[in-house]
């Protein structure tokens, strides 16, 4: 299983992006996805989670509000939707696929990770 995250870059304070995470080898149906951060000098940190139907999400008190998380008909991407964003979510953000099929916080319950993709807020 190969997680590819996508759609990092600079951007200003208030502004949004998308951040995309493609599954490839075995599908990623019946199990939960997840986005983490990790900023410099920081431990990674929860962002948001979306179960394998995609209808239940989990997001952090941090991001409530300003991002989203889905995933395609095919279950194969799954979506990372940042607006409002503030400098405090400059972070490498990562895609990970979950254990089982319900959302999760914890990143011990994640089995495989994407390779990150950077985001920078400027104020």
């Known amino acids: 299983v190969q997680l590819q995250a996508s759609g990092g870059g600079l951007v200003q304070a208030g502004g949004s992006l998308r951040l995309s995470c493609v599954t490839s080898?075995?599908?990623?149906?019946?199990?939960?996805m997840g986005w983490f951060r990790q900023a410099p000098g920081k431990e990674r940190e929860f962002v948001a989670a979306?179960?394998?139907?995609?209808?239940?999400?989990y997001l952090a008190d941090s991001v409530k509000g300003r991002f989203t998380i889905s995933m395609n008909n095919a279950k194969n991407t799954v979506f990372l939707q940042m607006n409002s964003l503030k400098p405090g979510d400059t972070a490498v953000y990562y895609c990970?696929?979950?254990?089982?099929?319900?959302?999760?916080?914890?990143?011990?319950?994640?089995?495989?990770w994407g390779q990150g993709t950077l985001v920078t807020v400027s104020s």
């Open positions: 979306i179960d394998w139907t995609g209808i239940s999400t």
């Open positions: 080898g075995r599908t990623f149906s019946r199990y939960a």
């Open positions: 990970a696929r979950s254990k089982t099929a319900v959302v999760a916080a914890s990143g011990a319950s994640y089995e495989y």
